[in-house]
């Protein structure tokens, strides 16, 4: 087990390039399964997520080789099955995905219900519902989600809820679909619009990904394809947001400022300087913050993954502030963490009322999941004294090289092993 370690006080400045994104990385990569041919994925985050994935895709057969840190080539003559790894799966929620590219492969899926970040319910019984208009039988039977269907067939699916997992699922699997599949109510993300031009550049048909009503024309063979990865918009916005909360310079680069207009929008809110050119984005700021109402929603609004960001970045405005988080019921396990560091918030169901303008304190805190970890390694970027982050293993799920970035920015941030870091915060054992 690890710790991270932040000492307060210094202001990031500098230049900082974006990683590949999470979220289209764990769409695209189960869909290799269905191509029948080399594929080449390049701006592959090296992440413990998208590892954990791969180790998925080996169990089942394909052959992965490794051409630089972030480019990947897969090879899937010698696919053997459609049982994914308990062990595996348990680890992160992406891997649901392999419901929909198995069932398309094989007619089958056997897949263990999925685990990752602990957010509230969040259901896949859109994703079923899916399934079974696409011609599937399902069943959950020992914590086994099981899927069969002697052929898929088309169908008018209308979504009851904006899901961006249902959206991804029921794409991989209609492309194999015998005829046209509708999605309606279709989430509407970058990282969908990134895996339906992987999916149609190995062959399939898809149109109005990035709206709310996407059409599949089903194919039945895939071919393969050399790919570029989209840039981290969560990870773009992350930096941006230190930026602005700690009242530093930070130029992200090689990203795609559409993909972050509600960020932006937010930081200029708030005070925030934001000057955006066509592939970068500089976020400084010269005088306070001001408070501001933050509401989460799907793409296009703010994104729920930097809402603990957000609430960070408004605990440094004088003054009250309202978040309310639209999409997860379970998002606000941060506060108690942030609190320890002095910050004054009360919570009340999905809305947080912050008293902002309090000074935060170096603390001992630990990282409830991936995006309140990475939240409270910036609060401590804007703290007095030294903040010791522990289960830091949950920012390794969708981060790559974070301390290293946030040190090539000027700050003062380790990570080490539990009984130095236990040292370095004055414990004498």
């Known amino acids: 087990m690890e710790k991270i370690v932040v000492r307060g006080g210094k202001k990031p400045c500098g230049r900082v390039k974006i990683s590949g994104s999470k979220n289209a990385a764990l769409a695209i990569l189960p869909a290799v399964l269905l191509a029948s041919e080399k594929v080449s994925l390049s701006n592959v985050p090296d992440i413990a997520d998208v590892r954990t994935m791969l180790s998925i895709l080996e169990d089942l057969g394909l052959t992965i080789r490794r051409r630089g840190r972030n480019t990947l080539e897969f090879y899937p003559s010698r696919l053997r099955g459609y049982t994914p ?12 995905y ?24 969040r259901p896949i019984d859109q994703h079923l519902k899916g399934f079974t208009a696409l011609g599937a039988t399902c069943q959950i039977e ?11 067939t088309g169908a008018h699916i209308y979504l009851d809820v904006v899901s961006v997992g249902a959206t991804v699922n029921l ?14 109510n279709a989430a509407k993300e970058p990282e969908i619009v990134d895996l339906a031009n992987f999916l149609n550049a190995m062959g399939a048909v898809i149109k109005g990904a990035g709206t709310d009503v996407i059409k599949i024309d089903g194919v039945k063979n895939f071919g393969g394809v050399e790919h570029v990865i989209i840039p981290d918009r969560i990870e773009a916005g992350t930096f941006m947001i230190t930026a602005a909360a700690t009242g530093g310079e930070i130029v992200v680069e090689e990203v795609i400022p559409k993909h ?3 960020v932006t929008a937010k930081l200029r809110e708030t005070g925030a300087e934001v000057e955006v050119e066509p592939e970068q984005i500089r976020v400084h700021r010269n005088g306070p913050l001001v408070p501001s109402d933050l509401k989460t929603f799907p793409y296009p609004g703010f994104p729920t993954d930097l809402q603990p960001l957000g609430m960070v970045l408004l605990t440094a405005a004088r003054g009250t502030s309202i978040v309310t988080e639209n999409v997860f019921d379970g998002r606000f ?11 004054q918030i009360k919570v009340d169901g999905r809305t947080a009322v912050i008293d902002g303008g309090v000074p935060l304190s170096g603390a001992p805190v630990s990282a409830t999941d991936l995006r309140a970890g990475v939240a409270l390694l910036v609060a401590g970027l804007m703290a007095e004294g030294e903040t010791v982050l522990s289960e830091v293993d949950h920012i390794d799920r969708g981060y790559e090289n974070i301390e290293e970035k946030l040190a090539s920015l000027g700050v003062q941030i380790k990570r080490l092993q539990i009984r130095d870091s236990a040292k370095m915060a004055g414990d004498p054992g």
């Open 85 to 96: 790894p308990y062990n595996l799966v348990q680890k992160m929620r992406a891997s649901s």
């Open 98 to 121: 392999l419901m929909g590219s198995l069932l398309a492969r094989f007619g089958r899926a056997t897949v263990p219900i999925p685990g990752g970040c602990n957010l509230g319910p």
């Open 142 to 152: 020992h914590g086994l989600i099981k899927l069969a269907a002697e052929k898929l």
């Open 171 to 184: 794409m991989l699997a209609a492309v194999a679909a015998e005829g046209r599949t509708v999605l309606e």
């Open 260 to 262: 972050l207009e509600a």
């Open 333 to 343: 396990r941060h506060v108690d963490e942030l609190k320890r560091m002095g910050a």
